[in-house]
């Protein structure tokens, strides 16, 4: 069973930046698609960038640009570096890890979720 650790979150100005990290158990990762998620208050969770194993990108349209998802496979670990961040940025974000080897195949677990909040 995998598991997921975040870490990075806090308070930050608009503009500002925060990198987000999500450490994972097990020797699967290499194998599996990753991927954050985030949940503001009143909201659905919803998507927001994901990595296949092989490194190819994708991102919701409101953080392209400004967001940079990455991964480093030896140390396990997801990065979101998070740039000219806004307020409607404020959410909790989760990281995933998804049953295969693309965003595709669905999320087989989450962490516990960070906290960022985005002043004004």
């Known amino acids: 069973q995998v598991q997921l650790v975040e870490s990075g979150g806090g308070l930050v100005q608009a503009g500002g930046s925060l990198r987000l990290s999500c450490v994972a158990s097990g020797s699967i990762f290499r194998l599996k698609a990753m991927g954050w998620y985030r949940q503001a208050p009143g909201k659905q969770r919803e998507y927001v960038a994901s990595?296949?194993?092989?490194?190819?990108?994708k991102y919701t349209d409101s953080v392209k640009g400004r967001f940079t998802i990455s991964r480093d496979d030896p140390q396990k670990v997801v990065y979101l570096q998070m740039n000219s961040l806004e307020p409607e940025d404020t959410a909790v974000y989760s990281c995933a890890i998804f049953k295969g080897s693309s965003w595709h195949s669905g999320v087989l677990g989450w962490g516990q979720g960070t906290q960022v909040t985005v002043s004004s």
């Open positions: 990595i296949d194993s092989g490194g190819s990108t």
